[in-house]
């Protein structure tokens, strides 16, 4: 009797719930938080039915006029006279994607629907315009809209604020065939529109179109969430708990109808920049140099409206009397308050031939004013400078610049390899060549001579002791057709190759070769070369030189330059003229 009361019982409450949860499927109610919205306004859809649910709605239907921006779901169970009353709620954000009389589709819950609903959505006016109502609107606008390609167009977003924002996310303008760079930090102010007051967020981004024709240039779009108006009038709770909506904003797009270079243009390149202006500086100053000595310009090209990057960097030939090395240029970005400035800097190492009054050439940029629509040219003016010779350099004669970074020469047998060279010992010059130069600079002059006596001094005191007999670098120079200069020439020069040391190894190698041809040692590498039958030989030279004046950043290789240095026949005590013409085509293989 008892099992069977209660098995009724437990059958009574299932069929009861059954019956309550098919209700509650049947029981779905949905409505509008408003009937009427502005574009790019949110409107909140809420869906509420009897018991729980675990089941989210499916929104597909609603992807053609609207953008789901959020979904949330909560749940309540209250007792009420002791019945019990579950109910579940969904929360839809939904953004209209266009204007006119939209219709909000039923929605699918566990295979129920939701009533169809009815929305009137206003046109925004594209978002750039207030009409003393709207809360937050945008505005786009560009300085010109016929640039020129690759020329700066100013574009200008403009976001009007009557209330607070909670949070905001701004686009930015992008085209697969434009380049685009923010223009300084946002700017924040208040203006009036409409009688009302807004607070202006703006923002400024240079634009360069890389091809010509029309471009469009995507409208901008806002998301943002707003504080949303309550029905409550309790100041306590309403800052405690403020509810916020998402709101996006549509601006308006921008066309850009890009001109292409005009005809008129002959230089090889294209600049069209609202202002160019040149600088240079010359180390040294005076127009009378030393033969063997460098000059160097430096140049700075500054542009209004153009990146670093944009601005060109024209190819210069070696100018009469010199041999021209220049440096990698530099090129930077400067981005000012409300525009943007390339500057590039050339590096340029004027290096002299042979001694006589040269004149270098003036340094020219052309360029496209944007402002004028004019093509100008900024000019550097030439300079003449006169190369008088060494002390013992005959006129006329041709050798490359000296290396100006090579290693002090020593007398230490352990000496540090790759020490930096003394601005007297000037590897590839004799001493007597450095110590002429030094006559014309009084301060080195006398430093040179104070040196000199020391060495001197030591040497004579090593001599007398007998102990540790030393050779000093110079006597290579001063007795050129020893043998034992030869070896010792050919050891350091193989020590430097093997330390991959290319100052070291041109300093030697003349050394070496100086001491085979007494009569008429070679001046540089390009005279060396000259000398020699080998191809290989005359490569490796070559690769040497480059490493030395055109790339002292490269890493260079000595392999083959010391492959092809083997050995020398020894000599006897030969003439000069035999040694000369017989000593160096044997040094390489």
Not at 319 to 332: C, E, I, M, N
Not at 526 to 535: F, P, S
Not at 555 to 579: A, C, I, Q
Request: glycine letters at 6%; a neutral charge; hydrophobic letters at 35%.
């Amino acid at each position: 009797m008892n099992k069977t009361f209660y098995f009724l019982i437990s059958t009574s409450l299932f069929l009861s719930l059954w019956l309550n949860t098919v209700q509650a499927r049947a029981a779905l109610t949905a409505h509008l938080d408003r009937s009427q919205v502005t574009e790019g306004e949110t409107v909140r859809l809420t869906i509420e039915a009897a018991g729980q649910v675990s089941s989210m709605p499916d929104t597909r239907a609603l992807n053609q006029d609207f953008e789901v921006a959020g979904t949330m779901s909560s749940s309540r169970v209250n007792l009420v006279n002791g019945k019990m009353d579950a109910r579940t709620t969904w929360t839809l954000s939904l953004i209209p994607l266009r204007s006119g009389q939209l219709t909000i589709p039923p929605l699918n819950i566990n295979g129920e629907y939701t009533p169809e609903l009815t929305l009137h959505v206003t046109e925004a006016s594209t978002g750039t315009g207030s009409d003393g109502n709207t809360p937050i609107f945008l505005e786009t606008e560009v300085d010109k809209t016929d640039p020129y390609v690759q020329g700066k167009v100013r574009y200008t977003q403009r976001v009007f604020l009557a209330v607070n924002l909670a949070q905001g996310s701004l686009s930015e303008p992008e085209h697969e065939n434009a380049l685009v760079q923010k223009l300084g930090e946002d700017r924040e102010y208040v203006t009036q529109r409409n009688g009302r007051s807004y607070t202006v967020i703006e923002r400024q981004f240079a634009i360069f179109p890389q091809t010509s024709g029309l471009m469009v240039i995507p409208a901008p779009v806002l998301n943002a969430q707003i504080p949303q108006s309550s029905n409550r009038h309790d100041p306590f709770f309403d800052r405690l708990f403020t509810n916020t909506r998402p709101v996006r904003l549509r601006g308006e797009a921008v066309t850009l109808d890009v001109r292409p270079r005009p005809g008129q243009s002959q230089s090889p390149y294209w600049l069209p920049a609202e202002s160019v202006t040149l600088q240079e500086t010359w180390q040294p100053e005076n127009d009378t140099i030393n033969f063997g000595d460098p000059v160097t310009r430096t140049i700075t090209l500054k542009a209004l409206g153009v990146t670093g990057e944009q601005l060109p960097e024209p190819k210069l030939a070696d100018p009469a009397g010199f041999k021209l090395y220049p440096d990698r240029a530099q090129s930077v970005t400067q981005n000012l308050p409300d525009n943007i400035q390339g500057e590039k800097t050339l590096r340029l190492a004027y290096m002299p031939t042979q001694p006589g009054k040269y004149t270098l050439p003036a340094f020219s940029i052309h360029w496209w004013d944007t402002a004028t629509d004019s093509a100008r040219i900024a000019t550097l003016p030439e300079r003449t400078i006169e190369v008088l010779p060494g002390a013992s350099q005959p006129h006329g004669a041709l050798t490359p610049a000296p290396d100006l970074t090579g290693p002090i020469e020593t007398d230490m047998p352990h000496a540090r390899q790759g020490a930096p060279a003394a601005p007297f010992f000037q590897p590839g010059l004799s001493a007597t060549d450095t110590a002429g130069s030094s006559t014309r600079h009084t301060g080195w002059f006398w430093a040179a001579l104070l040196f000199a006596a020391l060495w001197l001094i030591t040497l004579g005191f090593l001599w007398r002791t007998r102990r540790h007999p030393l050779r000093p670098a110079t006597a290579i120079e001063t007795t050129p057709g020893d043998p034992q200069n030869a070896r010792d020439a050919r050891k350091r020069f193989l020590a430097a190759c093997r330390d991959n040391n290319p100052q070291q190894a041109r300093y030697y190698l003349l050394k070496w070769a100086a001491a085979h041809w007494p009569d008429s040692p070679p001046k540089g590498l390009d005279e060396l070369a000259m000398r020699l039958d080998d191809t290989h030989a005359r490569a490796a030279l070559k690769q040497l030189d480059r490493i030395l004046y055109r790339h002292p950043n490269e890493n260079w290789d000595s392999s083959e330059l010391s492959k092809r240095v083997v050995d020398l026949p020894k000599h006897g005590r030969k003439s000069k003229s035999t040694s000369g013409r017989n000593a160096l085509p044997g040094l390489y293989s």
